[in-house]
């Protein structure tokens, strides 16, 4: 009987660790092709690659066009005074709680910036923020923090959207008085960013409650003493009507105002220029004739004054 060869087993075929050396899996043919990948499977790779890289910059330059990327500006490169700002008076522990708050724990919340090309941007806001920071960056100069403010790229449609975008952030995170909001509508139509500041204040406080609105429009003519007022911002809603409301009744009144004012010069405060406002408020009531009365109905009479009206008599109940 033959003998029958014994066959030595076949070399083993090895597959590579994907995770060792290169971490490309090689392909090894059993027909004694043994080498580097096949060209199409570079080519596939380097396109897949090429699209990823385009999809990843496209995202990230759709994401800064549309104000959704936080980028690190100079801050230096801000211009805080793009736009007329709405805030007359800054409220000095505001000021040092929000200078604090940003030394210890940095920037929370982005500022809102327009690009203007080569490298400068303007605000629309966060005012206070870069105030902050600015007061932080001379308090500590050789401190990286504090040379750099967080911002978001926005596009406003025109002057127009921008100071909307600002007074309508203030709207939600500042105690504004009646003045400010006045005078922002003032000046932006003095800039010729709106036709009067009647369509300023309809156009800026859009969101606003109309009652709201009318009281804003009204505080519109005590903007037009804002060379004579050293302390605007703190002059109270009633006192503010009732001023407007004089004005707009005896226009000597604003002549006789502005004379008071500038007889108590210097004034040492807010309160000590209110006192002078209310003096003329008084003197103007003193010096009035009593209004007739009006009988409406049964029992009931209407006294019609400079910023009041006055319900009397036997017919007159809570409701």
Same mark, same amino acid.
């Given at each position: +009987?033959?003998? *029958?060869?014994?066959?030595?087993?076949?070399?083993?075929?090895?597959?590579?660790?994907?995770?060792?050396?290169?971490g490309e899996l090689e392909t090894k043919a059993m027909n004694g092709w043994v080498g580097t990948r096949?060209?199409?499977?570079?080519?596939?790779g380097d396109a897949a690659r090429h699209a990823a890289l385009e999809e990843v910059s496209a !995202?990230?330059?759709?994401?800064?066009?549309?104000?959704? +990327?936080?980028?690190?500006? #100079?801050?230096?490169?801000? !211009?805080?005074?793009?736009?007329? *700002?709405?805030?007359v008076a800054v409220d000095e522990d505001d000021m040092l709680s929000l200078t604090d708050s940003l030394r210890d724990r940095g920037q929370q919340t982005p500022i809102e910036v327009v690009d203007l090309g080569q490298g400068r941007y303007g605000l629309i806001s966060g005012w206070r923020r870069l105030m902050a920071l600015q007061a932080l960056q001379a308090e500590a100069p050789e401190d990286a923090r504090f040379a750099y403010i967080q911002a978001l790229v926005r596009s406003p449609n025109g002057a127009p959207d921008a100071y909307r975008a600002m007074v309508e952030e203030n709207e939600l995170r500042a105690n504004l008085s009646f003045y400010e909001r006045a005078r922002i509508a003032v000046k932006a139509a003095e800039e010729g960013v709106y036709e009067s500041p009647k369509h300023a204040v309809q156009s800026l406080f859009l969101s606003v409650r109309r009652a709201k609105r009318s009281k804003i429009l009204s505080f519109t003519e005590l903007v037009e003493l804002d060379d004579q007022l050293s302390f605007p911002s703190a002059i109270p809603e009633k006192l503010g009507l009732a001023l407007v409301g004089a004005m707009r009744a005896q226009p $000597?009144?604003?002549?006789?105002?502005?004379?008071?004012?500038?007889?108590?010069? #210097?004034?040492?405060?807010?309160?000590? !220029?209110? $006192?002078?406002? !209310?003096?003329?408020? *008084?003197?103007?009531?003193?010096?009035?004739?009593?209004p007739p009365l009006e009988r409406i109905v049964e029992g009931v009479e209407l006294r019609v004054q400079?910023?009041? $009206?006055?319900?009397?008599? #036997?017919?007159?109940?809570?409701?």
């Open positions: +009987m033959a003998k *029958r060869k014994r066959l030595s087993p076949a070399p083993a075929f090895e597959i590579p660790d994907p995770l060792a050396g290169s096949a060209p199409i499977a570079d080519v596939a !995202e990230l330059h759709s994401a800064r066009a549309e104000g959704r +990327m936080v980028l690190r500006l #100079p801050l230096d490169a801000i !211009e805080a005074n793009h736009l007329v *700002r709405d805030r $000597a009144f604003k002549v006789k105002l502005i004379a008071h004012l500038g007889k108590a010069r #210097p004034l040492a405060d807010a309160a000590a !220029e209110r $006192a002078v406002l !209310e003096r003329c408020m *008084r003197a103007l009531t003193q010096a009035a004739p009593s400079t910023g009041k $009206a006055t319900l009397s008599g #036997p017919g007159v109940d809570d409701a």
